[in-house]
């Protein structure tokens, strides 16, 4: 096992700060969507504490669907390369669908997806949230319809980010100088 000392860890988000712009992100949903139903799409293993979170907060009538996708493997920078370790989805011709990431950073990841959902799917409507917006990092051109925080060019691991598969459990961000 690869180890992070604690003391390493310098603290970028805290849970509050964290817990109460989802809950805004999630009133502007509210706000949007209303009482029509939408497939809350959750981009594992990362965005699943941040997804939970957020559908506790939204009012509407939802489902919920898991997808695996992965660009990192055990290293600290994507490799560019997407791979689509499971991709299965239900029918979402005519739904609102909301894909939910934990970051965006060179863009590969999103551009895939949005690439995936729009070659095999006519959804009615198409939100892309991201909890974090590494842009200074991004290779594409891509952005999130919503994001929580837009971060610098650091290694981030807690809050469903990891670093080697560890630390995701954190309950708050932090990076590694």
């Known amino acids: 096992m690869k180890t992070i000392e604690k003391s390493d860890i310098k603290i970028l988000l805290d849970e509050a700060t ?9 009133e502007e949903l509210n706000s949007e969507y209303k ?3 939408v497939y809350v799409i959750c981009v ?11 559908i506790k907060h939204l009012t509407m009538p939802l489902k919920t669907e898991f997808i695996r996708l ?15 370790v499971d991709i299965s ?7 609102n669908v909301l894909i939910v990431e934990d970051i965006i950073d060179t863009g590969h990841t999103a ?5 995936f959902i729009n070659h095999n799917f006519k959804v009615k409507t198409y939100k892309f949230i991201s909890l974090l917006d590494k842009r200074c990092k991004r290779e594409v051109n891509i952005n999130p319809d919503m994001y929580g925080f837009e971060v610098e060019d650091k290694f981030l691991i807690g809050y469903g980010l990891d670093f080697d598969g560890y630390y995701r459990n954190l309950k708050y961000i932090g990076y590694i100088e």
């Open 18 to 26: 964290i817990q109460t712009r989802i809950k805004k992100l999630a």
């Open 35 to 37: 009482d029509s139903e």
């Open 44 to 54: 594992l293993k990362g965005s699943i504490m941040f997804t939970v979170d957020l």
């Open 70 to 84: 992965s660009s990192y493997g055990s290293n600290m920078t994507s490799s560019g390369k997407v791979n689509a």
């Open 89 to 95: 989805l239900p029918d979402l011709n005519g739904k």
């Open 111 to 115: 551009q895939f997806l949005t690439s």
